[in-house]
Each structure stands twice: as C-alpha cells, then as structure tokens.
Nanobody
C-alpha cells in the first residue's frame, strides 16, 4: 500500500489549504484513515482521524472547528481542509491508513501505512 500526499505549501496566517492523500495498492477494507503532523523538534501528533465503519471523526483540540477531514466514497483519497491557518500549524503533514484483512476463521490482520509527508508553512 502506498500513500502520496499533496497540497502543502506556504500560506499566510488566516489562509486555507487542502491536503490530499491518494492510496494505491490496497485491496482491503480500510478501517482507519488519519492525518498526523510533526513540527521541528516535536513529536508527531494526531490531527484528524476517521473510521470507515461509520461517520465518526476525531480532531485534535487545536484544530477542531478549523480543519475538516473527508474521503471519497471508495476510501481511496482522503482530504484535509484547513481553514484559518495559524503559524502554529506549520509542520510536515503525514497521511496514515490502517487496512484490515479478515480471514475465514474470523481472525484479522491490520496493515499500517504512512505517506512521506507534505510541508505546510504558515507565515505570520
């Protein structure tokens, strides 16, 4: 499974960006897709997460109300709409996906995949 992010760039505070994450090579039913970000010198943190078993989404407190995560019907492309961007949003944004493969005996195996990241820089 390969994930490729796009849409990052340089934007002024208060501006907007839309990130995309395209999946290829997956034949399983995705369980979870998410966006993480990592600023220089900081740990990677969860930004937004969505589940394929329902319309359930989670957001970090710092982005709730400004960012929105969505996906196409086939769950091949995930988006992150980022509005009212702040300098604190500057980071490399990573796409994450967990695919679940079910077996006949009811067992399952999860495969986790990461993209290489796209840089988002917000100037003040």
């Amino acid at each position: 499974v390969q994930l490729v992010e796009s849409g990052g760039g340089l934007v002024q505070a208060g501006g907007s960006l839309r990130l995309s994450c395209v999946t290829s090579g997956s034949t399983f039913t995705s369980n979870t897709m998410a966006w993480f970000r990592q600023a220089p010198g900081q740990q990677r943190e969860l930004v937004a997460q969505m589940y394929s078993n329902g319309d359930i989404t989670k957001y970090a407190d710092s982005v709730r109300g400004r960012f929105a995560v969505s996906a196409d019907n086939a769950w091949n492309t995930m988006y992150l709409q980022m509005n009212s961007l702040e300098p604190g949003d500057t980071a490399v944004y990573y796409c994450y996906r967990k695919d679940r493969q079910w077996f006949a005996n009811g067992a399952y195996r999860d495969t986790e995949s990461w993209g290489r990241g796209t840089q988002v820089t917000v100037s003040s």
